[in-house]
């Protein structure tokens, strides 16, 4: 299936208003935001683990990264509470879960498949540092390729929102609007190469989760084999 897939287009999808989708596994759900292929797919989701619940082992062929919203997440490779950020590269494999349950902003098949960098971050224990008027930053990930980070948005500002490579912006805390549209907790924002606008925060601030520079080369459904 394709979804919201055409990606010279800005997308805007306020996921808490979606309904829950169930996955192949019993007690797994999840709310798509975009995809491109089937099961095996290059997706962008939100995933609800119920308490219990887990997949089967398996390989990620073309990688997986994700973002502890909340809860625990659980694999062979420890307890990742809210906060924590992961990057599973191509070719790794675990058998995820969730005893408490959880929730993860997750995306598939969009690493370079040569990379085998593993990434484990616990955000709860790293400090923003200010950048430039208005945002303070946590980088998270960079590779030349993209660039991920948590950012602060102070109350009241404007955030220039710069996408020469394109951008994401899912929605942590907070809020702002963009575009005339009101964005909340786990709203979510992808602006296509080349489009410039500007975030104006709400009263309360935001924190979001922000990656650049990916959308340079269009992005390609997973070839099957």
């Known amino acids: 299936m ?3 897939a ?3 287009q800005r997308i805007a999808v ?3 208003d979606e309904p829950w989708v169930a996955s192949p596994m019993p007690g797994v759900d999840r709310r798509m935001l975009d995809r491109m292929g089937d099961e095996v797919a290059r997706a962008t989701s939100i995933v609800r683990y119920a308490p219990g619940s887990s997949f089967s082992s398996h390989v990620h062929t073309g990688g997986e990264e994700f ?3 909340d809860g625990v997440f659980q694999d062979e490779h420890g307890d990742f509470p809210a906060g924590s950020y992961i990057r599973n590269p191509p070719q790794s494999s675990h058998t995820p879960g969730s005893e408490p349950g959880c929730t ?3 995306k598939l098949w969009q690493f370079d498949l040569d990379d085998r960098t593993h990434v484990r971050i616990d955000t709860g224990k790293m400090r923003l540092v200010p950048e430039r008027s208005g945002v303070q930053v946590m980088p998270l990930f960079s590779d030349g390729r993209e660039d991920v980070a948590i950012e602060h ?7 220039a929102l710069n996408a020469a490579g394109g951008a994401e912006v899912l929605v942590l805390a907070g809020g702002f609007s963009e575009a ?3 964005f909340r907790a786990e709203s979510w924002l992808r602006l296509p190469t080349d489009r410039h606008s500007t975030a104006h925060v709400g009263p309360d601030g935001a924190r979001v989760w922000i990656k650049r520079g ?6 390609s459904a997973p070839v099957a084999g």
């Open 6 to 8: 055409d990606f010279s």
């Open 67 to 69: 973002l502890v919203l």
């Open 153 to 159: 948005w102070d109350p009241n500002a404007d955030i």
């Open 214 to 219: 990916h959308l340079r080369q269009t992005p």
């Open 104 to 106: 993860i902003f997750v």
């Open 14 to 16: 306020h996921s808490a």
């Open 2 to 4: 394709d979804l919201n």
């Open 180 to 182: 005339g549209e009101a």
